[in-house]
């Protein structure tokens, strides 16, 4: 849900609660999201750089 500055200026007095729903929707996300960042680590780790892609071509080691 977005909310805009003066909505959230009206709910200063609620921060308390809104940084509980924060944490327990993390906690709850938790396994979620750490599954998405090793997946992308994990595409990362395969593809290969321009500066690698530079440095095979200069080496001429591209069939």
Known sequence: MLKFYGEI?????KYP?????????LAE???????LFMELWKQQQKEISLQEYKEM?????LY
Not at 9 to 13: A, L, Q, S, V
Not at 29 to 35: I, N
Not at 57 to 61: A, F, G, S, Y
């Open 9 to 13: 200026e009206k709910e200063k007095k």
């Open 17 to 25: 609660k809104m940084i509980q729903a924060l944490r327990e929707m």
């Open 29 to 35: 996300e938790e396994t979620y999201l750490a599954l």
């Open 57 to 61: 071509v200069k080496q001429q080691k």
